[in-house]
């Protein structure tokens, strides 16, 4: 799929550098088990190309479909979240017609509509293991309640993106989840370069690391 078309069309954010990473790695998360993950997808157009790229696997596209969650409901506080409720709110009818519009509405592409503390929730998520989770929700406690639900579902030597790293939110939250898992690095979405996120004052958006 020519990924400029939806760059020029406006129904991503994504840039050019992010979409040649996911290229890189189309060939390793083709020959992985495991469904394609994505929580926070404003018009679709990341979920749109990864549903024509990976056409033999599920497609989730997870989000609240009505702006940020407010941040007194999140499961965890960051005093400097700017993050509030009404920010990016699109619609699932509009992203479901921006599907239709790219033919890639498709058997196999699921819509998950909520906070992601409620759709992913271990008791009641229908995804069950995953190749690639791609996750671009902003906010610090959306962020970890992300990696809380789905990041053991990710199967070994999958992949998992942080669109949003180059937010002091995201990249807090990595910092606190990687604590706790006891790792230190993520890759460089352009140089493939590992950064110590706990020595690197900012990131690039887009790093990623493969479990």
């Known amino acids: 799929m ?3 078309e939806l760059i020029d069309d406006k129904v991503t954010m994504v840039d050019d550098s992010r979409f040649c990473m996911m290229l890189k790695i189309v060939d390793d998360v083709k ?5 394609i993950v994505e929580c926070g ?5 990341c979920s749109i190309f990864l549903s024509k790229i990976f056409q033999e696997k599920n497609i ?9 969650q407010d941040p007194k409901n999140g499961k965890y506080f960051y005093e400097k979240e700017r ?6 709110s699109v619609s699932l009818e509009e992203v479901k ?16 509509e909520g906070y ?6 271990e008791k009641t998520c229908p995804i069950k293991i995953i190749s690639l ?13 992300v990696l809380d639900c789905l990041y053991d579902k990710v199967v070994d030597g999958g992949y998992v993106i942080f669109d949003d790293s180059c937010l002091i939110e995201a990249h807090e939250a990595i910092k606190t989840f990687f604590t706790n898992k006891k790792m230190s690095y993520v890759v460089d979405p352009v140089t493939h370069e590992n950064i110590n996120i706990f020595e690197s004052s900012s990131l690039p958006c887009g790093c990623y690391f493969r479990k």
């Open 2 to 4: 020519n990924y400029q």
């Open 31 to 35: 020959q992985l088990k495991g469904d």
């Open 41 to 45: 997808v404003w018009r679709g157009g």
């Open 60 to 68: 989730w596209v997870c989000d609240s479909f009505s702006g940020f």
């Open 83 to 88: 993050h509030l409720k009404s920010g990016l």
């Open 97 to 112: 017609l921006n599907f239709n519009k790219y033919n890639a509405l498709r058997d196999g592409v699921f819509f998950l």
């Open 116 to 121: 992601v503390k409620d759709t992913l929730d």
């Open 133 to 145: 989770l791609r996750i671009d929700v902003d906010a610090y406690s959306a962020t970890l309640e």
